[in-house]
């Protein structure tokens, strides 16, 4: 008969497991308190959003900020999984470890920036603005892009917007996340 190891757990097995060797129960641990606070942000984010703005403006903001707490909130697990190894191994914080982190941190202060950005957004609501548009261009991903007469580049929120080179438009605008959510020909 040929004897078989056990497979070791993975990192859910010590996410999700409510016991914890010093006796603290799963909602005191500081990672899912953060986690927690990150959901309940989240949720008061999208119901102020609710009842705040209507149409595109709803659409685009709940994409924001449920899109970057969710980039967050799955970071917020890799940590956990990094000590895990780090624990099972006994050998202390190897450089790799130690780079692995720092990258990750250095990756989740992106969606952190961006969802600062939608949260001023939601504060501020979208703004009125002319501007004169003197470049058009469609990039590989994303909705098309312009640069206005300012130098300021903003991204065009739906392909209905008809926005062309050398005109001046009345836009709304969503300032900080830089989308053209509306747009009417100026004479």
């Known amino acids: 008969m040929i004897k078989t190891a056990r497979v070791p757990l993975t990192a859910l097995v010590s996410v999700l497991d409510p016991s914890s060797p010093d006796g603290r129960t799963w909602y005191k641990k500081k990672r899912n308190l953060l986690r927690m606070a990150l959901i309940v942000f989240c949720l008061i984010g999208m119901l102020v959003v609710f009842f705040k703005y209507g149409g595109d403006e709803r659409k685009h903001l709940w994409i924001g900020i449920g899109g970057y707490s969710g980039v967050l909130f799955f970071f917020s ?65 994303g909705g098309d892009m312009v640069r206005t007469s300012e130098g300021t580049q903003y991204e065009i929120a739906d392909p209905k917007i008809d926005i062309r080179e050398g005109g001046t438009y009345r836009v709304k605008v969503l300032k900080h996340s830089k989308l053209i959510l509306e747009a009417k020909k100026q004479r």
């Not at 780090?86 to 952190?112: C, E, H, N, Q, W």
């Not at 609501?125 to 548009?133: A, C, M, R, S």
Request: charged letters at 20%; aromatic letters at 12%.
């Open 77 to 141: 697990f890799i940590p956990t999984y990094v000590f895990y190894r780090i624990r099972r191994r006994r050998a202390g914080m190897t450089k790799a470890d130690l780079g692995f982190m720092a990258f990750l941190v250095l990756l989740s202060l992106y969606p952190l920036i961006m969802l600062g950005m939608v949260t001023a957004d939601i504060v501020q609501g979208p703004i009125i603005k002319v501007i004169h548009v003197e470049d058009k261009w469609n990039p590989k991903r």
